[in-house]
């Protein structure tokens, strides 16, 4: 089973709009990675927050972390028209495989 | 550089017969990582390769399903016997070494079994 869940599964907005995905989990983990997906074909790494870290940002994005909720955001700003995708957070419990939820789908309109 | 390749792109299969899979990851990389995604849905681990290390086969659905991985570079992933839910893309990542990196995605193998 899917450890990562994000919420919502779909959000539609506005070019110029915030958008915020949340992601939950159940285990420790040693990071939490977030993804973009266009098309439904290669993943693309957005960012990585360890456990030891509560927020994080990379251009237009932020990333925060509360592991005693287990739970982290992604927070796109000023969105445009290219953000639209799925949008996946993935943990890592240990030093191997990645535990992917089942996505956010982004819609941004022009 | 170069990222990470996979082929074929596309393979339609009949029902019953053997597919191979080929990933060729980023050079340097002691990481590959195989998964499965299924239409609309997150990534589901197969197996793991780390240098010479006996693989992480744990995310393997059946025994129909192997993997192996040559001189440390190129993967090959091989289903037998297809089924129809075998019907997903698969995709390959790799990484510079195991835990705290981030894992590059080739675009993925997107099987059909009729």
């Known amino acids: 089973s899917q450890q990562g869940e994000e919420d919502p599964q779909a959000l539609s907005i506005q070019e110029g709009e915030n958008a915020t995905m949340n992601c939950s989990y159940k285990t420790s983990i040693n990071n939490l990675q977030w993804y973009r997906q266009n098309s439904g074909r290669g993943l693309v790494h957005l960012i990585l927050i360890r456990s030891n870290e509560r927020e994080k940002h990379s251009g237009r994005l932020r990333v925060t972390l509360d592991t005693s909720k287990k739970s982290s955001s992604l927070l796109i700003t000023a969105s445009r028209a290219a953000d639209t995708a799925s949008y996946f957070c993935?943990?890592?419990?240990?030093?191997?495989?990645?535990?992917f939820g089942e996505g956010t789908q982004l819609t941004v309109n022009p | 550089g170069a990222g990470v390749s996979q082929s074929p792109s596309n393979k339609v299969t009949e029902k019953g017969k053997d597919v191979e899979l080929r990933c060729d990851p980023i050079s340097g990389h002691t990481a590959l990582y195989w998964y499965r995604q299924s239409l609309g849905q997150g990534l589901e681990f197969l197996i793991y390769f780390q240098g010479n290390s006996a693989p992480d086969k744990s995310g393997l659905p059946s025994d129909r399903f192997s993997a192996e991985r040559t001189g440390g570079s190129v993967s090959t992933l091989t289903i037998q016997r297809t089924q129809q839910e075998d019907s997903a893309v698969y995709l390959c990542a790799s990484s510079l070494w195991p835990g705290n990196h981030e894992q590059y995605f080739g675009p993925g193998t997107r099987l059909t079994v009729t």
């Open positions: 993935a943990t890592e419990p240990s030093g191997s495989r990645l535990t």
